[in-house]
Structure formats: structure tokens, C-alpha cells
């Protein structure tokens, strides 16, 4: 089904259908993992053509390979795009994007509440290594994030649904300030995935995913993906986006925005982004998150089903300090959970135990069901301990300001039986 006919069908349709058709050599069902490097030209005509951006095609698998390509088309409908380019991780996709966008000396209005990963690459690696500065604000003040914005400021960034706090960002308040300064808002919809909330439908100009997690589902595919909005308008606002407004010292001085349209990032991802950076993302990779998407929609309604019981299970519990989790009633987020996630908080949500350090420890080391491991999204639950372990090198003060103080457990609930859950977190709190 191609990205136009999937318009008219839901997402669960569209996670299934689209990209994918039977194919008309062998009748094959589901698409071929395409293992190949580089694909034969017609004639030198066509080569040139297609090495020139005059002809669409593929050239090497650097830049485009048709199982990522299928995916990207499944991925640019479910989230209401013009088009997706797949990268090798979500990090990937973020370096992906902001290259199209950022020069050096550059700044970027970012998140507070972002990934601990992200938060590290904004802060140190982009400033280091390109010289983009980046000013933090809190995602669901709106206010805070235009006070931050200078004149070399190119877009701002935030998380849909924070990881691993689940604060939901104020998306439309972001975007009025984004477009009141003429610039891009990106949002990283990894924690809340197209099934709770489709940025672009409340003013983002570009999505980004780590599709490591809850898109592919099954935690054995890195990956990660830019999606392309398709409305901004990058020839207004040619001073400030040369790479995309203006010509270019590639293909002949060509304008992505004049020659691709409303699908001109995404191009520039691939023709740019990935056939100069590297990071495209492997055809076995997008193969696995192509069929993981597949059961999107049934696997975050019961992500979500299972851990609104699980943080209404632990809220009661006379262990637990505290839980912050949108989807319930109690937390201050929940009014942002109701406008942007059908009143859902994810599958990922942090909550603090009384006793403290090496009872959060014990817990995620004693627990049966839960994997101790930093992924979260995977169809079984998972459990870390940040102060212990990604978060070990921060000192306490910093890792309270992360919201990952001593006593706070990152848990990330599956689609198990939720009883059995339950027991298994009953079972270890009585020891504790
Ligand atoms: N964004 C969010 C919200 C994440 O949780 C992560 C990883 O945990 C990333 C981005 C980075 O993704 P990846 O690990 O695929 O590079």
C-alpha cells in the first residue's frame, strides 16, 4: 500500500499494510531484507541521472536501500509525515536532523527532562565536537522555552513524553513560540510512539525516534528515525536554513526546498545527511522494526493497561515514597497525559522506595520478571537503578536535578500477564 493510500486508513491498518504488498515476482507476502551494497544502472544515462538527484532510485545502500525504505514510508504515515529517513540509532537520528539545520556557533533550545544520552549529547558532544550551544527549558513551560531562544537559535527540541520522569511537553505551546521565531520544533516521540501522540498534529515540524524501543518492540534492532512534517517553510526562513533554503555546494547548487517541496528534509537526510555523515541504518535492522511494527497498536495498549495498574499498585504500596506516572489521576502532568496521550503516561515511569540506595539494589536485582538492563519499550519489563548505573557518574546533586536521585527505580512495564507482575514486586518488597 503506498504512504497516499494509507491516508484513509487508521494506524492499525497502517502499521500492517503500508510499505508492504505481496511481491509481484514471487508473491512473497512480507518484504525481502534487501542485503545488498549497491544497485545496477540501466545505462550511464540513468547513473547519471540518479547520482545527480534527476532520476529517484537507489544508488548504495549509504543513502537508500528498499527495506529501509519501506519502513521509512510505514513510519512517515504513522506519523502523518511527508516522508522518513531511517538512521542506525535514535542518537543517530538526532545528529541526523540538527545537521540539516545547525552550523557551527549555533544554538539549540532544548529539553530539561531530555534522555540522560541526549541530555549528554546536547550538552557536551554537539557544543565539542560542531559548536552547537543549547540553552535548557522546562517541556511544559512554554514560556521558558521562548526566553531562551537567541537570534543564532535554530530550532527547539523536547521529548513528547519524558524519559524517565514522564513529563508530558506542552507541544502546542512549543510550537506557537517555534513558529512566532521561525523555527523548526522537534519532538522526540520515542516514550509515547505514534499510537498515543502524533506530534505533527499539534504543530511539530519533525519527529524523532529512537525506534530501538517501543517502535520495533522487541529490543533486538537498534535504530532510529527523522520524520519529516512537511510544514514548515524553509524559503521563508532561507537565511537562517542555508543547507535547505539555499544552493548548496552539492548536486549542481541544487535547493532542497525548491526542488523537493514540502518533502525537502527528508531528501536532504538521505542526500546529505546519511551519503555524507554515515549512520544509515542496516536492511536486517529495519526488517525487524518493519515487523515489530506491525503489533504497534495492540502492544501499547496493554504497555499502557499494565502500568497503570502496576503505578496503582506501587502509589498504595507503604514502601514506596512516591510514583510519576502522567497516566494517573494524582500526578500534576496528567492534564498534558489527557491533551496529547489520551490520558495515558506510557510504559515507562520512575518511583522512589523509602528505604533507599540499596533497597532500589536489591529490588532490581531480586525481581524474576524484570531485567535488569538499560532499555526501556521491550515487551518485557525491565528495571534499572540510574544512581547505580547510567547515572553513577553524576554526583547526587546532579542526579536529584535528573530526577534520578539515590532512591528512584526506572521500571519500564511489559505486556505480561499483569498479575504476575504484581506478585513478582509483592514478592521482593516483603524483603525489603
Ligand atoms: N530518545 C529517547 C527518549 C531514548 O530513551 C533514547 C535511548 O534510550 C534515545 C533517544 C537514543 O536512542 P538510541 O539508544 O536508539 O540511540
Known amino acids: 500500500m503506498s504512504s497516499d493510500a494509507s491516508k484513509k486508513y487508521g494506524l492499525e491498518t497502517m502499521s500492517i499494510h503500508t510499505g508492504s504488498g505481496p511481491c509481484p515476482e514471487t508473491g512473497a507476502r512480507t518484504i525481502p531484507i534487501h542485503q545488498t551494497t549497491a544497485y545496477v544502472f540501466n545505462d550511464a544515462e540513468h547513473g547519471a541521472d540518479l547520482f545527480a538527484l534527476r532520476d529517484t532510485g537507489y544508488v548504495y545502500s549509504r543513502l537508500?536501500?528498499?527495506?529501509?525504505?519501506?519502513?521509512?514510508?510505514?513510519?512517515?504515515?504513522?506519523?502523518?509525515?511527508?516522508?522518513?529517513?531511517?538512521?542506525?540509532?535514535?542518537?543517530?537520528?538526532?545528529?541526523?536532523?540538527?545537521?540539516?539545520?545547525?552550523?557551527?556557533?549555533?544554538?539549540?533550545?532544548?529539553?530539561?527532562k531530555l534522555y540522560g544520552g541526549s541530555a549528554n549529547q546536547f550538552a557536551t558532544i554537539f557544543p565539542d565536537m560542531f559548536g552547537w550551544e543549547s540553552t535548557t527549558f522546562n517541556p511544559d513551560n512554554a514560556r521558558e522555552a521562548k526566553a531562551?531562544?537567541?537570534?543564532?537559535?535554530?530550532?527547539?527540541?523536547?521529548?513528547?513524553?519524558?524519559?524517565?520522569?514522564?513529563?508530558?511537553?506542552?507541544?502546542e505551546g512549543l510550537a506557537a513560540v517555534a513558529r512566532e521565531a521561525g523555527i523548526p520544533l522537534i519532538i522526540d516521540n520515542t516514550?509515547?510512539?505514534?499510537?498515543?501522540?502524533?506530534?505533527?498534529?499539534?504543530?511539530?515540524?519533525a519527529v524523532t525516534y529512537?525506534?530501538?524501543?517501543?517502535?520495533?518492540?522487541?529490543?533486538?534492532?537498534?535504530?532510529?528515525?527523522?520524520i519529516d512534517?512537511?510544514?514548515?517553510?524553509?524559503?521563508?526562513?532561507?537565511?537562517?536554513?542555508?543547507?535547505?533554503?539555499?544552493?548548496?555546494?552539492?548536486?549542481?547548487g541544487i535547493i532542497f526546498a525548491k526542488s523537493f517541496g514540502n518533502a525537502a528534509l527528508a531528501i536532504h537526510n538521505h542526500a546529505?545527511?546519511?551519503?555524507?555523515?554515515?549512520?544509515?541504518?542496516?536492511?536486517?535492522?529495519?526488517?525487524?522494526?518493519?515487523v515489530g511494527l506491525e503489533t504497534?497498536?495492540?502492544?501499547?495498549?496493554k504497555h499502557c493497561e499494565n502500568a497503570l495498574i502496576v503505578a496503582h499498585y506501587l502509589e498504595r504500596h507503604k514502601k514506596v515514597d512516591w510514583v510519576s506516572y502522567a497516566g494517573l489521576e494524582s500526578s500534576p502532568h496528567h492534564k498534558n497525559a489527557k491533551k496529547y496521550m489520551n490520558g495515558h503516561g506510557g510504559a515507562v515511569f520512575t518511583f522512589a522506595l523509602k528505604s533507599g540506595f540499596n533497597a532500589c539494589k536489591k529490588l532490581a536485582t531480586d525481581l524474576e520478571l524484570f531485567s535488569q538492563l538499560a532499555n526501556i519499550g521491550e515487551t518485557r519489563s525491565l528495571i534499572l537503578h540510574p544512581a547505580s548505573t547510567t547515572h553513577s557518574q553524576l554526583d547526587e546533586d546532579a542526579r536529584t536535578k535528573a530526577g534520578v536521585a539515590d532512591d528512584v527505580l526506572r521500571i519500564s512495564v511489559g505486556i505480561e500477564t499483569v498479575e504476575d507482575l504484581l506478585n513478582d514486586l509483592e514478592c521482593v518488597l516483603k524483603t525489603i
Open 64 to 112: 537508500t536501500n528498499p527495506t529501509c525504505s519501506a519502513l521509512e514510508e510505514k513510519l512517515a504515515a504513522l506519523d502523518g509525515g511527508s516522508g522518513a529517513t531511517c538512521a542506525a540509532s535514535g542518537h543517530g537520528a538526532q545528529l541526523l536532523v540538527l545537521s540539516a539545520l545547525m552550523s557551527p556557533g549555533d544554538h539549540i533550545v532544548s529539553s530539561c
Open 148 to 171: 531562551a531562544i537567541t537570534p543564532k537559535t535554530k530550532a527547539i527540541f523536547a521529548e513528547s513524553l519524558s524519559n524517565p520522569e514522564g513529563i508530558v511537553a506542552d507541544i
Open 191 to 205: 516514550m509515547a510512539t505514534p499510537y498515543l501522540c502524533k506530534p505533527l498534529e499539534h504543530g511539530a515540524n
Open 210 to 226: 529512537s525506534t530501538t524501543k517501543f517502535m520495533s518492540g522487541h529490543g533486538n534492532a537498534m535504530g532510529g528515525a527523522v
Open 229 to 252: 512534517g512537511g510544514n514548515f517553510d524553509w524559503l521563508a526562513h532561507a537565511d537562517k536554513f542555508p543547507r535547505l533554503a539555499q544552493p548548496g555546494k552539492n548536486y549542481d
Open 272 to 290: 546529505i545527511g546519511l551519503r555524507d555523515l554515515g549512520g544509515q541504518q542496516q536492511p536486517f535492522n529495519a526488517y525487524l522494526t518493519f
Open 296 to 301: 504497534l497498536a495492540v502492544r501499547m495498549q
